[in-house]
């Protein structure tokens, strides 16, 4: 008897695993035929709140100059972010329906502008796609993937996307919430200059170029009659007019083609930035640009505010707010950004 009880069950276990066996492939080759419908589109776009409707002021004007254009990037994977910075700006603005919001992605998905009509029905925006096939083979690989993806390359090509009538236009990283009103910046002085940002001189600025950089008898040339400063692209005002009439992408695009060929830097967009325009901008208020909040691009580990004045809080580096919320490990200064956060699931709320 206990010979065809260990024989029955040994049967029984076979049979078990035969079924797991099928279960496991069944699973996997489902989850990899749904892989490949759903990787190119943005179907894992997260649902939002409806913001309020922000109105001008009676001082505000109401004509086609009177307008405040603010560029930014429209990426699945910080589309949470782009929405509490749109709801920063607005809540923010004297005249929020003077703000005129220039999306740049990397293609037209419905989802994406029906999520930003649903949660900003009165907003003021256009949609550009931008063509990764124009900087993907001059992209070079960084210290983070992140850093690697076309879309960080768009502010480049920004001057040839939006409509030639733009004359001035605010590029802002969507990672940031601005505490004070965008006018301020809006108005900010570029004298001659085709670019500017809050400058950070105190910074080690030979730290963003390798000694394949440093040690080449011509390319250190490029800094001569300049005093080069680190300046973070991710909040930049720029005169488009004399981004184009300068031929500045070409100028950023030359600096990239030099990388390919003898890495002379390690991070992404930054360095092309820094070498065609350090020390030849026009600096703008540190309070315009706290940055490093999302600590190094390494560990992302957390990092406190800089003392002084606030207008702009920037989550630059790799540790976002809404995933270190989202975590239960949040660093302190992620608070500051949880009232925007307009995800419908969270538990933060500008109306708390």
């Known amino acids: 008897m206990a010979f065809w009880t260990s024989h029955l069950?040994?049967?029984?276990?076979?049979f078990l695993l035969i079924i797991n066996q099928i279960s496991f492939i069944t699973t996997t080759t489902t989850t990899t035929r749904v892989g490949v419908i759903l990787k190119p589109t943005f179907l894992h776009v997260p649902v939002f709140r409806e913001a309020p409707a922000f109105r001008n002021g009676?001082?505000?004007?109401?004509?086609?100059?009177?307008?405040?254009?603010?560029?930014?990037?429209?990426?699945?994977?910080?589309?949470?972010?782009?929405?509490?910075?749109?709801?920063s700006i607005l809540q923010h603005s004297t005249c929020p329906e003077d703000v005129m919001f220039h999306f740049l992605c990397v293609r037209h998905e419905p989802v994406v502008f029906s999520s930003i009509k649903s949660t900003f029905p009165y907003l003021n925006f256009k949609l550009y796609k931008f063509d990764v096939h124009r900087v993907r083979g001059l992209i070079s690989k960084s210290i983070r993937q992140a850093l690697d993806q076309p879309l960080n390359y768009a502010r480049i090509y920004l001057p040839d996307l939006i409509p030639i009538d733009v004359k001035r236009v605010i590029y802002l990283d969507s990672d940031i919430v601005i505490v004070d009103d965008i006018v301020k910046l809006w108005q900010v002085d570029l004298g001659d200059k085709v670019l500017?940002?809050?400058?950070?001189c105190q910074a080690n600025f030979t730290t963003y170029f390798t000694d394949t950089f440093w040690d080449d008898s011509e390319l250190p040339k490029t800094f001569n009659g300049r005093k080069p400063c680190y300046f973070n692209t991710g909040?930049?005002?720029?005169?488009?007019?004399?981004?184009?009439?300068?031929?500045?992408?070409?100028?950023?695009?030359?600096?990239?083609?030099?990388?390919?060929?003898?890495?002379?830097?390690?991070?992404?967009?930054?360095?092309?930035?820094?070498?065609?325009?350090?020390?030849?901008?026009?600096?703008?208020?540190?309070?315009?640009?706290?940055?490093?909040?999302?600590?190094?691009?390494?560990?992302?580990?957390c990092r406190s505010l800089h003392p002084g004045p606030i207008s702009l809080l920037h989550w630059s580096g790799k540790g976002k707010p809404w995933l270190r919320l989202d975590s239960r490990k949040p660093c302190t200064v992620d608070h500051l950004w949880a009232p925007y956060d307009l995800y419908r699931s969270s538990r933060h709320s500008f109306e708390e």
């Open 58 to 87: 009676r001082d505000c004007g109401s004509s086609a100059a009177d307008r405040i254009h603010v560029a930014m990037t429209l990426d699945a994977n910080y589309l949470r972010g782009t929405m509490a910075a749109v709801l």
């Open 235 to 301: 909040v930049m005002i720029v005169d488009v007019d004399k981004w184009r009439c300068g031929n500045y992408t070409q100028k950023v695009e030359d600096w990239m083609v030099i990388q390919k060929q003898k890495r002379i830097y390690h991070l992404g967009s930054l360095p092309p930035f820094l070498l065609t325009l350090a020390g030849d901008i026009t600096p703008v208020d540190h309070r315009w640009n706290q940055h490093g909040l999302g600590g190094d691009n390494i560990e992302g580990k």
């Open 9 to 14: 069950l040994g049967l029984l276990f076979f």
């Open 196 to 200: 500017a940002a809050p400058e950070y």
